[in-house]
């Protein structure tokens, strides 16, 4: 027997701890929502609680302050106060903000030198005396990870590292970078494919058998593949065989 009862409505948020950020930069970021003027109406904000997200929305909210340079902030776990008269509650956080950090210097620290230290600056978008921001942060590193592995260094490893001045407010960005060996295809191998003929399939892959491994042409790979049109889901597994040599399943 089961009684599901009824849907929580959130009448009542607030946030204590603001100063540098505002609650509404983080209003489409996060699931649970105070119920908005019309919450009934088709489009609106209705309020409803959404357990599964709880735990998720504060971890959201620190993710924006990150993007903004807030390296020290803290935003605890939401307390919920529920009223079972009428299934609605009052939500609140507490924010510990801290200060803005901004960038003081990007490293690159290579365990071996496979590509000039420039090169790899080039495509960092991270800039020195601006406010630190963990998604460019990101993306940096995979930029980084890319551009190494299209140099047929498939088992690269960026590790980013951040070195706090709390004194001065910065942070030293830091990229180290582990390489590993260059690597090449040992085999191509078809599974699943069961009504399209091989040959079909390989001429849309950009690497062979005794190619370098390419980041770029397997993700180009994939991508031919999915345009066919013939299959309802393709991957391309990478298959490490040692060090220096891997085998490519396409699994269609």
Request: zero cysteines; aromatic letters at 10%; hydrophobic letters at 40%.
């Amino acid at each position: 027997v089961v009684n599901e009862g009824q849907e929580i409505i959130i009448e009542n948020l607030k946030y204590s701890g603001l100063s540098g950020l505002e609650s509404d930069d983080w209003d489409d970021l996060i699931a649970n929502k105070e119920r908005g003027f019309m919450g009934w109406f088709w489009g609106q904000n209705d309020g409803k609680m959404k357990l599964n997200d709880l735990a998720y929305d504060p971890l959201r909210i620190r993710d924006l302050y990150m993007q903004n340079g807030y390296l020290d902030s803290d935003v605890d776990a939401p307390f919920v106060k529920v009223n079972f008269d009428n299934y609605t509650a009052d939500m609140s956080y507490q924010i510990k903000e801290g200060e803005a950090y901004s960038i003081s210097a990007v490293t690159i620290n290579q365990r071996q030198n496979v590509i000039s230290e420039d090169k790899i600056k080039e495509i960092i978008t991270l800039n020195i005396g601006e406010a630190f921001n963990i998604k460019t942060f990101r993306e940096d590193a995979q930029r980084i990870k890319r551009i190494i592995a299209d140099l047929s260094y498939a088992f690269v490893q960026v590790v980013p590292d951040l070195k706090k001045d709390k004194e001065n407010r910065t942070v030293e960005v830091v990229f180290k970078v582990m390489p590993g060996e260059r690597v090449k295809i040992r085999n191509v191998i078809i599974s699943g494919n069961s009504r399209t003929l091989d040959r079909v399939v390989r001429r849309e892959l950009y690497l062979g058998p005794g190619d370098m491994y390419s980041l770029t042409d397997l993700t180009d790979s994939r991508s031919a593949l999915g345009r066919l049109g013939f299959f309802d889901a393709n991957t391309i597994e990478e298959k490490r065989v040692d060090n220096s040599t891997m085998d490519l399943i396409v699994k269609v």
